[in-house]
């Protein structure tokens, strides 16, 4: 079965610094994995996907993540946080091959500071 | 192209009543799905549906809960008798019929609140 495990619920960075948050996954294929971003109560907005094509995948509003298979690993980047990054991320991954249902990790908060 | 939309925004119910969920696809979009976000938790996948159809309904609960996704019209996730645990935001999503169909695009949720 698959699923993802976020390591962090909350992360803090100031303004201008890179931003770090890490998302192992467990998958008995080569999953498809996805990063959503929801601002307070607000839907959910799609970051990036990885589908196998690159291993380092670039989304939108300068974020990144890189699939690691030997570490199980697809932790999103972003060189310099600013202000409106401050959200909740969610690191997900497609239960089935090809489509149907996608399962969440818990979530990691992202608070920027200035 | 607008995106997926749902309505009510808030919907407030008191104990025992029926919520009714709507969700318009974006546009050729022929797939559906309900996911749940109970506070300070993830989301929860609940059902996937295409057109007159429920492919997966392994996240809703047994009871009070139903979906459908007529040929014509949006979505509908009906909750009857509803408790204080059922109050959430409650998102749908939808993806297109060919390829790439493990991409979902969200709508901005209904929050339920339940007295």
């Known amino acids: 079965a698959q699923s993802v495990t976020q390591l962090d619920s909350h992360v803090s960075v100031s303004e201008g610094t890179p931003v770090l948050l890490r998302c192992n996954y467990s998958?008995?294929?080569?999953?498809?994995l996805f990063w959503y971003v929801q601002h307070p109560n607000k839907g959910l907005q799609l970051l990036l996907k990885?589908?196998?094509?690159?291993?380092l995948v670039k989304g939108i509003n300068g974020f990144e993540a890189e699939f690691k298979k030997s570490e199980t690993s697809f932790h999103l980047t972003k060189p310099s946080a600013h202000m409106s990054d401050a959200a909740e991320y969610f690191c997900?991954?497609?239960?089935?091959?090809?489509?149907?249902?996608?399962?969440f990790g818990q979530g990691t908060e992202l608070s920027v500071k200035p | 192209n607008a995106g997926v939309m749902q309505n009510p925004r808030h919907l407030v119910r008191r104990r025992g009543q029926e919520a009714r969920l709507r969700c318009s696809p974006m546009?050729?979009?022929?797939?559906v799905y309900w996911y749940r976000q109970l506070p300070e938790e993830g989301l929860k996948f609940m059902v996937y549906?295409?057109?007159?159809?429920?492919?997966?309904e392994s996240g809703m609960p047994k009871e009070r809960f139903s979906a459908e996704f007529p040929k014509e019209g949006p979505s509908i996730l009906r909750i009857q008798q509803v408790v204080r645990g059922d109050s959430a935001a409650y998102f749908c999503?939808?993806?297109?019929?060919?390829?790439?169909?493990?991409?979902?695009?969200f709508g901005p949720g209904t929050r339920l609140t339940v007295l």
């Open positions: 998958s008995s294929y080569s999953p498809s």
């Open positions: 549906l295409q057109k007159e159809n429920i492919i997966d």
């Open positions: 546009k050729g979009h022929s797939h």
């Open positions: 997900v991954v497609s239960a089935l091959r090809g489509g149907g249902k996608l399962i």
């Open positions: 990885y589908t196998s094509a690159a291993t």
């Open positions: 999503a939808s993806s297109p019929p060919i390829g790439g169909t493990d991409t979902q695009y």
